[in-house]
């Protein structure tokens, strides 16, 4: 099965830790991003790469940190500078040519203890 | 700052009726145009794209766009009580090699029998 995967589906992260949020797509998209979602929001844009080993920052990158090393992985690092990290997390990957649908993973939960 | 503007609703239909979603846009070089649906707690899935000035029709979803008016529609025919959900207008400008999409807050749908 094609697809995006993201885990853990909920995630709990103690005051001054850091979390990693997995995603990984089989779908051979060159582009990936991950979004934060607020209750009675949209999604905002943290970061985003569109090819390996380079990824540029979003509307609200600070506190967060991303790697590519792989075409198929886009981790997330909520980092203990993000000071309000409760939201749901989606990643999503694209073909990368113009015209093409973004296609979201589950998503993650994240929680603060 | 390019934004995309919903109604946030509630918008509440009778089954069977017609809904209506709009959205408008800000930025006047944007070239793609897409309707995701977010079930709650869910992620979003893409519902229609449409990318030329008119209608386009897949099965009970048309979606309208007219760039002139920067306007952008969804009509759902023979509304059901499973199409409750919150319907995300999302549009991008890929100028520049940037494939990024911006999001509007949604619209939350109440389909009831």
Redesign the interface.
Known sequence: DGGITQSPKYLFRKEGQNVTLSCEQNLNHDAMYWYRQDPGQGLRLIYYSQIVNDFQKGDIAEGYSVSREKKESFPLTVTSAQKNPTAFYLCASQAGTTQETQYFGPGTRLLVL | QKE?EQN?GPLSVPEGAIASLNCTYSDRGS??F?WYRQYSG?????IM?I?SNGDKEDGRFTAQLNKASQYVSLLIRDSQPSDSATY?C?VQN?QG?????V????TKLTVNP
Not at chain 2, 97 to 101: A, F, M, P, V
């Open positions: 995309v946030s070239q793609s897409f869910k992620s979003p899935e893409l794209s990318y995300l999302a890929y090699g940037s494939e990024k999409l999001f509007g807050k949604g």
